[in-house]
């Protein structure tokens, strides 16, 4: 049986055991992917834009299942502008803090003259250190473009 | 690379794009994008670019399918205007 986009929208949201659990037993085993795919994005296949997709897909999984207003409580509006800047401030402020202090822009190794590593050592941490901002700008705003398309803006309720 | 794989991948991947764009109905054809995309990563993933492959399997196949459903359950089935 067909049902028009219409009635799909007037249905009232009904909530279902097993959607729900499925969801709570499911969702922290993806946040730890997605930092796993974060923290080891410089050694293997991943990094800081696929593990923030998948730590971005866990809440809007959350949102799918539990309604627009409980993904909210889970992660707040502002906690998601906090960390969106969050994250795009480290990335510039790590590159710009490189070219700063004499390298080029995104060289980490000129970064030894703050914490006296080698420069070896200082490029893969640097790498980790950039890819964590940008774990946590991607999530944060995977999860408010779902929002607002999801609202039509309004924030209020969600598919 | 096996290029029997290959081909088989290949033909599936242009049978599910010459279908997204004929279908009339919105939500199948964003299902149908949906195997499109993860035939792709599939295609990437055969030919060693893992890393492109998780980027299509998580942005293609995961996020975009979500955000085209929601944008089309704003829409309605006849325009107003």
Known sequence: ?159 | MIWQLDLVLLILVVFCAVAAITVKDLLSATIIFSAYSFLMCLLWAEMGAVDVAFTEATVGAGVSTIFFIAAIFRTTRRSKD
């Open chain 1, 1 to 159: 049986m067909k049902i028009s986009m219409q009635e799909a929208r007037d249905r009232i949201p009904q909530r279902d055991i097993i959607l729900e659990t499925t969801v709570r037993l499911m969702v922290p085993f993806i946040q730890l992917y997605g930092l796993y795919v974060i923290v080891h994005g410089h050694y293997s296949p991943g990094g800081g834009f696929q593990g923030g997709v998948v730590l971005g897909a866990s809440v809007i999984l959350l949102a799918l299942a539990f309604g627009l207003p409980a993904s909210k409580e889970y992660l707040t509006e502002g906690t998601d502008i906090i960390m969106a800047n969050v994250g795009a401030l480290i990335f510039t402020g790590i590159a710009a803090l490189c070219a700063l202090l004499g390298g080029m822009f995104l060289d980490y190794s000129v970064l030894t003259k703050i914490l006296p590593i080698d420069p070896i050592s200082w490029r893969s941490h640097g790498i980790f250190l950039v890819e964590v901002g940008v774990g946590m700008g991607v999530m944060t705003i995977m999860v408010s473009i779902y929002w607002d398309m999801a609202s039509a803006g309004r924030l209020d309720e969600g598919l």
